[in-house]
């Protein structure tokens, strides 16, 4: 339990102790999380306990504290950006109330890795994507990675990456450079890049890194209904069939997803 990581998953009702508002767009909530604790680029579905929505939504870690002593609690962090219903009831939280947590679920980076986690690595988020790649760098040596966090306007959840391993750019040019981000990346330079965005986004980097022949793990998004594989609402197209988002995934080969034509 705690003190595993990712031993199994568990539905608790969690105390909300920390909420900042990020930007206008964008909030963060902490939560005491006595379960398993988890690996960067899991998630666990999120549900207010006073809830109008059926379901819970799913949401990536973004930081999370072991406890400190056995059998005590730990936290975890989520960054959210408003969206529709779902985020707009966990953005109307107040301290102290209660949420259904159900996780730690999906698999993480670096799982489906044959590879040591060994230098350089590029990691690339676009908008809230920000998020699980934030969490990654966490766990990985300094000086072993380049972050790449790409926003429209303002950047958001950075304060733990060191600034020299960080390239940030804004659509609109307000900091960091102007442009998209996948204009600064030189995937060659790496040997892995692991990638977490809007799905044009995704689409691009693994393109990107397929002509160079450089591997390339995507965190997949899909909209989800049980979050634990029985109802078969999140699916992946991939060249290996049909995969499920939330067990299969959320990280998968780049090359093995077949994106969407619209995307
Ligand atoms: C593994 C995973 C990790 C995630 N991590 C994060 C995170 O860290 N932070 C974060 O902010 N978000 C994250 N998301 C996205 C988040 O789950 C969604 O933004 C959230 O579920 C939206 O819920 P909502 O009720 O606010 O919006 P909804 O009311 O569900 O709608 C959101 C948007 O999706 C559209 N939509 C609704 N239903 C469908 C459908 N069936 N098909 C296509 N479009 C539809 C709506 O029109 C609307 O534009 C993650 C998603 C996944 C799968
Ligand atoms: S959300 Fe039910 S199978 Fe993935």
């Known amino acids: 339990m705690a003190g595993s990581p990712g031993a199994f998953k568990k539905s608790l009702l969690c105390r909300l102790n920390r909420y900042e508002e990020l930007t206008p767009e964008v909030f963060r909530l902490d939560f005491t999380w006595p379960g398993p604790y988890p690996r960067a680029g899991q998630f666990f579905m999120l549900k207010p306990q006073r809830s109008s929505v059926f379901l819970g939504r799913p949401i990536s870690v973004a930081w999370w504290k072991p406890p400190h002593d056995r059998g005590g609690a730990g936290l975890v962090g989520f960054s959210i950006a408003k969206r529709g219903k779902g985020t707009a009831?966990?953005?109307?939280?107040?301290?102290?109330?209660?949420?259904?947590?159900?996780?730690?679920?999906?698999?993480?980076?670096?799982?489906?890795?044959?590879?040591?986690?060994?230098?350089?690595?590029?990691?690339?988020?676009?908008?809230?994507?920000?998020?699980?790649?934030?969490?990654?760098?966490?766990?990985?040596?300094?000086?072993?990675f380049h972050f790449y966090g790409g926003f429209k306007s303002l950047p958001f959840g950075l304060e733990k990456i060191p600034h020299a391993s960080c390239i940030i750019a804004t659509e609109e040019g307000g900091q960091g450079r102007q442009g998209r981000i996948l204009d600064f990346l030189e995937p060659a330079r790496y040997r892995r890049v692991y990638a977490c965005g809007p799905e044009p986004m995704l689409k691009a980097v693994a393109g990107l890194c397929k002509n160079l022949g450089v591997p390339c793990f995507i965190s997949m998004e899909r909209h989800m209904a049980c979050g634990v594989g029985a109802c078969l609402g999140c699916t992946v197209r991939t060249i290996r069939g049909n995969r499920r988002c939330c067990v299969d995934g959320p990280i998968f080969r780049a090359e093995e997803v077949l994106f969407d034509e619209y995307a």
């Open 89 to 144: 009831e966990l953005a109307a939280l107040q301290c102290g109330e209660l949420v259904e947590l159900t996780g730690p679920l999906g698999n993480y980076w670096g799982a489906l890795d044959p590879e040591p986690l060994q230098g350089p690595i590029a990691l690339v988020g676009g908008g809230i994507g920000v998020a699980p790649c934030a969490a990654f760098a966490e766990e990985l040596p300094p000086g072993t």
